[in-house]
């Protein structure tokens, strides 16, 4: 398997997820603008899902780079798969047997780091860029894949605490 991954050239692996039965993965190359769907058991690619490839930007001195595919969440039977790009305000939803974008979630205030899926697939909360506190989505809207962003929960912080940490 390690002879095949050398040769996607996306960048490094960060935050794959694999279906199930353990026979596919979904491996997100930071560098990159898709998430490879890699046949586990030889690593031979099966398919590319591509995305939109984030922006890099910078916020009070701290940049983030490495701006492409970052974390993925597979649902409860195999059949999902969330895909997240860093710096890009949506995450993705992919159907497992087409490899196809079938939907999308939100428009976020900024992009986005881990997130997590409602095990009945209503909602994801979404870490957010330079937010203390999560973004909730809408993962299904009816009997559609996708949504726009419903509720934002934000720790109010303390004039003297903020002043103690330089925020």
């Known amino acids: 398997?390690?002879?095949?991954?050398?040769?996607?050239?996306?960048?490094?692996?960060?935050?794959?997820?694999i279906t199930p039965d353990g026979k596919t993965l979904y491996l997100p190359l930071r560098d990159g603008d898709s998430w490879w769907v890699i046949d586990a058991a030889t690593g031979d690619?099966?398919?590319?899902i591509p995305v939109t490839h984030g922006k890099e930007y910078a916020a009070d001195d701290h940049p983030i780079l490495g701006v492409g595919p970052h974390n993925t969440w597979m649902n409860r039977d195999g059949t999902r798969v969330y895909l997240e790009v860093l710096t890009d305000p949506y995450v993705y939803i992919a159907d497992t047997r087409t490899n196809r974008v079938i939907g999308k979630v939100a428009r976020f205030s900024k992009g986005l780091r881990p997130i997590a899926v409602t095990?009945?697939?209503?909602?994801?909360?979404?870490?957010?860029?330079?937010?203390?506190?999560?973004?909730?989505?809408?993962a299904r809207t009816g009997d559609q894949w996708?949504?726009?962003?419903l509720y934002r929960v934000e720790a109010k912080i303390s004039d003297p605490t903020r002043k103690r940490f330089g925020w």
């Open 45 to 48: 690619p099966k398919a590319k």
């Open 1 to 17: 398997m390690l002879k095949n991954f050398l040769t996607y050239n996306d960048g490094y692996a960060d935050s794959p997820a």
């Open 146 to 149: 996708g949504g726009k962003m």
């Open 119 to 138: 095990d009945n697939e209503q909602y994801v909360f979404a870490n957010v860029d330079w937010l203390l506190g999560f973004e909730v989505g809408a």
